[in-house]
């Protein structure tokens, strides 16, 4: 990126003066030792609980398929829907590009603990029962009517 490639907004965020362009420039992608970020040692990932839900309400569905299918040697022939934890909804956030941006069935693929591609590739009206229950439990930060 070259100095005039810089977005810049008006009296918000000014520009150095020209002459300083050269010695500020830093588009080459080396940085020095002393100015290099120290190593992070790689975190533990955090503890989850595994919680035994009580009660006639739970956080899933179980959608018996009409189509059941064998993918990657496993043979499905229902699909369990899960409401997102507040660990995946974190890790969901953090994985989406800067423009926020998401395809709402790359969603409905971790309730599913299935890969998009999978949900997908669902006959109806297998793919229109576990999508609609994708759906009941999506939180209204994505989109969703309840949370």
Same mark, same amino acid.
């Given at each position: 990126?070259?100095?005039?490639?810089?977005?810049?907004?008006?009296?918000? =965020? +000014? *520009?150095?003066p020209?002459?300083? @362009?050269?010695?500020?420039?830093?588009?080459?992608?080396? !940085?020095?030792?002393e /100015?290099?970020?120290?190593?992070?040692?790689?975190?533990?990932?955090?503890?989850?609980?595994?919680?035994?839900?009580?009660?006639?309400?739970?956080?899933?569905?179980? =959608? +018996? *398929?009409r189509?059941?299918?064998? @993918?990657e040697?496993?043979?499905?022939?229902?699909?369990? !829907?899960?409401?997102l /934890?507040?660990?995946?909804?974190?890790?969901?956030?953090?994985?989406?590009?800067?423009?926020?941006?998401?395809?709402?069935?790359?969603?409905?693929?971790?309730?599913c603990?299935?890969p998009?591609?999978?949900i997908?590739?669902?006959?109806?009206?297998?793919?229109?029962?576990?999508?609609?229950?994708?759906?009941?439990?999506?939180?209204?930060?994505?989109?969703?009517?309840t949370?």
């Open positions: 990126m070259t100095p005039e490639t810089i977005p810049t907004i008006a009296d918000e =965020i +000014p *520009l150095p020209e002459e300083m @362009w050269r010695e500020l420039d830093n588009s080459s992608g080396e !940085v020095e030792a /100015t290099a970020a120290p190593s992070i040692p790689s975190a533990q990932p955090p503890l989850i609980a595994v919680l035994d839900y009580v009660g006639e309400n739970k956080p899933y569905r179980v =959608i +018996p *398929l189509w059941p299918f064998r @993918w040697g496993r043979v499905f022939t229902e699909i369990v !829907v899960n409401r /934890t507040v660990q995946q909804m974190g890790a969901f956030w953090d994985a989406l590009p800067p423009d926020r941006d998401y395809d709402r069935v790359e969603v409905y693929g971790l309730m603990g299935l998009a591609a999978v997908r590739a669902l006959r109806d009206p297998d793919g229109t029962e576990v999508t609609s229950a994708c759906f009941d439990f999506l939180p209204r930060a994505l989109g969703g009517a949370d």
